[in-house]
């Protein structure tokens, strides 16, 4: 047994390190925490489900890297609610007190002829740390885009940096790198490299998601999408990874329920994107619905925030 290991004996999944990304009230938390089966196991895209206290909430985070030699797990968590405040509370020495993982359906990542874009927003830029570095390990020229609303919460620039073949940042008030949305980038990039990009993987929050997919399937922001009438096989792929309310994490309460076009039978089918996702074809996602499904507990949340007590995480 370690002397980590002696040291932090009969603690649940201990927090090994702590690493403040952005600080505030919004601020970004890196824990690094011991548990090896995960990290044995571990692919980019799975998440994990934690809790931090017996009366706490579920929270799902995706595993932001994984050493498996260590044995250990990298989880990134802005603080937003009442549960992700109390998690903000654990210090390294502190325990998890359960960790489900590694949950969800790994990206598929392979070596491509052609460069492959990853575009992270927000927080969003931590899920896609592990998706850049498996496609970079593999030979692959990998084109990051990262932004962020101000420059205090751009997160893992460098880290991505040392993983990227070229690496694009941009800040919504022009704060840090180029001023605007990624999605601004992207569209020099599809146009610069026009029929040479292999695939685009986004991850952040759903607008930019959404305004990712349109900008592939050559529409303007503006304009209504609807994958049943815009679906061309031909177009490059777009892999999303959606974010909606989540509970039990096994496809059995159905809290996580999103709308995907099948085109076969031309109509929308119910996935789960705790175990048919997270990542999903971008043109498929019925964006609207899945941001319907995600405000209608912020009135709960609100009163949580308030009182200290039940949901939101």
């Not at 927090?15 to 690094?32: F, H, P, Q, S, W």
């Not at 607008?207 to 999408?225: C, H």
Request: aromatic share 6%; with cysteine; net charge negative.
């Amino acid at each position: 047994m370690s002397d980590t290991e002696g040291a932090l004996k009969g603690k649940n999944y201990a927090i090994l390190k702590k690493r403040t990304l952005v600080e505030g009230e919004d601020a970004i938390l890196e824990y690094v925490v011991d548990a090896p089966l995960i990290a044995r196991h571990a692919q980019a895209g799975q998440f994990v489900i934690l809790r931090t206290a017996n009366e706490g909430e579920r929270i799902p985070l995706t595993i932001a890297a994984y050493d498996r030699e260590a044995g250990t797990i990298a989880l990134i968590v802005q603080i937003v609610g009442l549960s992700t405040r109390k998690m903000a509370e654990l210090e390294a020495g502190d325990a998890i007190l359960d960790l489900l993982g590694p949950l969800g359906t790994p990206i598929e990542v392979r070596r491509h002829e052609k460069p492959v874009v990853c575009m992270g927003g927000g927080v969003g830029i931590a899920p896609i740390w592990p998706k850049v570095k498996e496609l970079y390990d593999l030979g692959n020229h990998v084109i990051t885009i990262i932004g962020a609303r101000t420059k205090r919460l751009l997160i893992l620039e460098e880290e991505l940096r040392a993983i990227s073949t070229e690496i694009h940042v941009t800040t919504d008030d022009g704060s840090y790198g180029r001023k605007g949305f990624v999605t601004g980038v992207l569209h020099d990039v599809l146009e610069q490299r026009e029929g040479e990009i292999a695939e685009v993987i986004a991850v952040g929050p759903l607008p930019m998601m959404e305004a990712v997919v349109k900008e592939m399937a050559g529409k303007g922001f503006r304009d209504a999408y609807d994958p049943s009438l815009e679906y061309d096989p031909s177009r490059i792929p777009c892999i999303v990874s959606l974010n909606p309310i989540m509970v039990d994490g096994t496809g059995m309460c159905g809290g996580c329920r999103v709308s995907i076009w099948d085109h076969a039978k031309g109509e929308y089918q119910a996935r789960f994107s705790c175990v048919d996702g997270p990542a999903f074809d971008g043109y498929a996602v019925d964006f609207a619905g899945l941001n319907r499904r995600n405000r209608q507990y912020i009135s709960q949340e609100r009163v949580a925030r308030r009182d200290g007590s039940g949901a939101g995480a």
